[in-house]
């Protein structure tokens, strides 16, 4: 659309002198000529004047800011233009997100005007004190003015008088027998009378002066007084008092109930912003406190200033923005279940499965150094690649990883690491997006928009964002404002059609004997707000099952290299000798040279040594979507998590699980306890050891690191297995 075409949706007679002049700048920078902007004006016939066009036209020498377009674009907005698009566009880096139609309460080009009439019983007296009593206290200073200056042909204020109680104006005022002008001054009959709405401190008029920022003004002077009615009265606004100005306006004395001066402002550009995309031009240089508006009671130029009426629309601000805001919704309308009930819509596809849904959200919770951000980057490499996360299988798609914590460098080198110590070839990197925030984020409620514009179109199934605190608004502990901000959550998951899923710390103490839901940091909301909550509890691993980890990591390496060198080396070792690291470590000293074995024993430091940096872990799921499903145990081997698949954590108890109280008595009888663990090294050893065939009393020992008379010991202190032939089978 070109710059003349736009000037068919603006108005010249809806606008300000400014904006006027702004046309026509706009007009020239982009290449036309004063004629058109000679033929747009003619069409407002009130102010035009032939000439005066082509004058301001040679004044528009050009600026290092010069007015463009996108002005032209603006007006025509607030006129009720709405740009057409087509059904898929990108969104522009500046694009605004959400209802294109804010504010938007009545359809300004189907208004009808209510007529305002004069009073036709006169009574200036019962006017006038009426306005002090509804806008005033008794005790409050009123600012008003009824001489004025000439200029130009208009009749100016002059200061006037602000010292007077409004209780001494209505005392004096009500014993005045009709004569206004024997109380606050006789004004020129062609020029009418002032009063200032808000109270002063009796010192003077200006802004700082004002005791109490409870009243704006609403006027317009450019459409008649009935449409002016009308719209005030239709957006309800909390007018106290509607006075008509004897002249081409009505002044509506609004309610917005200000704290302070700053807080006044916001609500004054909030109330002005509503006026004028519902149709009613305000006069913008009407903002101030202190502004003086025109007194009922008076006369102008032969005409009545009056009191149209007094408390219309909300009762008060509050009230009125909850109106305002609730009307313009865009929440869907109440379905019948009949007309949904034989052609249900269909679920969403699991991204997760068995955990979470596509579009849906979800919380991984728990304490520091649960390895929480590297089990997001492996989620993200599951998703990219389509392989399993953890204990479940992903869906392939496109991921984005929103990096709030590491700097730039650490994150992507994560990315490798992990792929790395998965194993996994990075066949579909191209799916990774990162987005690096460190020292750059802002508050979730900014975020959100941000994050749309740069995620749109691009075909996400998921949007990691990792962590949680560094995005939060407002009080973790409250639950009001912890709806709000995970309500962003649901806002990017809509607008994007991707699943959310974000990380949150523990709150402090011991967490063992909580429920998963529980143990989030701040506010319930955290935990009942997702679509999947997944908690992570750490296990307190003793010495013996670490014991047994570092003989079958040792074990591990002692394949691996046998594996690189001899294709026949297990026909020279038993299946018992398989699971020791004694057995195995002897058997790669035999056929291993000496260079080679040397070298393997650092790779065996390694692992030992990586064994004793392990942790264990066990994660908890609460769902909507899906069943609950049994914990899922893991080892944190950094800088991934693995599933323990052959049952090593199954007993182990998680840390704090048991209350102070059981602790203190377990140290109290530690001979029970002692007990309680050789029989659980015990299982842990005959499973780790178990190839499709029982172990042997002498695997059991090479694998626990004991005396084999000390396995026959423990065995028979179990009561749980038979030993025939020093083969160890569970007792039916």
């Known amino acids: 659309m070109t710059e003349l075409e736009l000037l068919e949706h603006i108005d010249p007679a809806m606008l300000e002198y400014q904006d006027w002049v702004n046309v026509g700048m706009a007009l020239k920078d982009a290449g036309f000529t004063a004629s058109d902007w000679d033929k747009w004006s003619s069409r407002d016939p009130g102010r035009y004047h032939a000439g005066e066009c082509f004058k301001k036209w040679g004044s528009f020498t050009g600026s ?5 377009a996108g002005t032209l674009v603006q007006l025509a907005k607030d006129q009720g233009w709405k740009p057409e698009r087509s059904e898929s566009y990108e969104l522009g880096w500046d694009a605004i997100i959400g209802a294109k139609d804010e504010f938007v309460v009545i359809n300004k080009n189907w208004v009808e005007g209510r007529e305002v009439t004069e009073p036709e019983q006169w009574n200036p007296v019962s006017q006038l004190v009426k306005y002090l009593e509804t806008l005033f206290e008794a005790s409050e200073n ?12 208009k009749y100016l204020p002059t200061k006037g008088c602000w010292d007077r109680s409004a209780g001494e104006l209505i005392q004096q005022l009500n014993r005045c027998n009709g ?19 808000n109270p002063l401190d009796g010192q003077g008029v200006k802004n700082e002066n004002v005791t109490d920022f409870r009243y704006a003004l609403v006027e317009s002077d450019n459409m008649d007084t009935d449409h002016q009615n009308a719209i005030i009265r239709e957006l309800e606004l909390p007018v106290a008092c509607l006075v008509h100005s004897g002249g081409k306006s009505i002044h509506a004395i609004v309610r917005v109930e200000a704290a302070n001066y700053e807080e006044y402002r916001k609500r004054v550009d909030y109330l002005y912003t509503v006026c004028q995309k519902n149709g009613l031009k305000i006069d913008s240089q009407n903002r101030n406190p202190s502004r003086l508006s025109r007194m009922p009671g008076i006369m102008r130029n032969g005409h009545k200033q009056f009191l149209v009426d007094t408390n219309i629309g909300k009762e008060s601000w509050k009230a009125w923005q909850e109106w305002i805001e609730g009307i313009n919704d865009d929440l869907p309308e109440p379905e019948s279940l009949t007309s949904v009930w034989d052609s249900l819509p269909e679920l969403s596809p699991p991204l997760i499965d068995g955990v979470l849904r596509q579009g849906h959200k979800l919380l991984l919770a728990g304490p520091s150094k649960a390895g929480k951000s590297f089990s997001l980057i492996e989620l993200c490499c599951a998703i990219a690649e389509g392989r399993k996360w953890l204990n479940w299988s992903c869906t392939q798609g496109r991921v984005m990883y929103v990096n709030l914590e590491l700097d730039r460098a650490s994150c992507l080198h994560r990315f490798k690491d992990v792929y ?5 070839e990075p066949k579909n990197v191209s799916n990774i997006d990162i987005w690096n925030l460190r020292g750059k984020s802002v508050p979730m409620d900014k975020l959100a928009p941000k994050l749309i514009r740069r995620a749109a179109k691009k075909n996400h199934i998921a949007i990691i964002i990792d962590p949680l605190y560094k995005i939060i608004t407002g009080d973790e502990n409250s639950a009001d404002q912890m709806a709000a901000f995970c309500n962003q959550f649901d806002k990017v998951a809509t607008e994007l059609g991707a699943a959310v899923i974000y990380c949150h710390h523990h709150s402090k103490g011991s967490q063992g004997n909580k429920k998963s839901m529980d143990r989030a940091s701040g506010s319930g909301v955290f935990a009942r707000d997702p679509d999947a909550l997944l908690d992570l509890i750490e296990l307190e691993v003793n010495e013996d099952l670490l014991k047994q980890e570092e003989n079958k990591a040792v074990a591990h390496v002692c394949k691996d290299w046998l594996n690189r060198h001899f294709d026949d080396w297990e026909d020279k070792v038993s299946q018992d000798d398989l699971c020791s690291e004694k057995a195995m470590l002897e058997a790669c000293k035999k056929l291993l040279d000496s260079d080679a074995y040397h070298s393997m024993q650092k790779d065996v430091s390694v692992a030992r040594k990586a064994v004793q940096q392990r942790t264990g872990w066990r994660i908890e799921g609460t769902l909507r979507e899906f069943p609950k499903f049994p914990p899922v145990n893991l080892w944190f081997d950094y800088p991934v998590h693995s599933v323990d698949d052959v049952g090593s954590l199954k007993d182990v108890e998680s840390e704090g699980e048991k209350p102070p109280w059981q602790k203190a008595r377990e140290k109290r009888k530690p001979k029970e306890k002692k007990e309680k663990d050789r029989k659980i090294s015990l299982e842990n050893a005959i499973n780790s050891c178990n190839f499709g065939e029982p172990p042997t009393i002498q695997t059991l020992a090479e694998s626990m690191g004991i005396a084999e008379r000390t396995v026959r010991a423990r065995i028979k202190e179990h009561g749980g297995f038979d030993v025939t032939q020093n083969i160890v089978t569970k007792k039916k």
Do not use: M, N, Q
């Open 142 to 153: 009123v600012g008003y003015v009824t001489e004025s200056w000439e200029k130009d042909g």
């Open 64 to 68: 290092p800011h010069p007015v463009t």
């Open 420 to 424: 790395a110590a998965l194993g996994w």
């Open 179 to 197: 004569d206004i002008g024997s109380v606050i001054g006789d004004c020129k009959p062609t020029a009418g009378a002032w009063i200032r709405f």
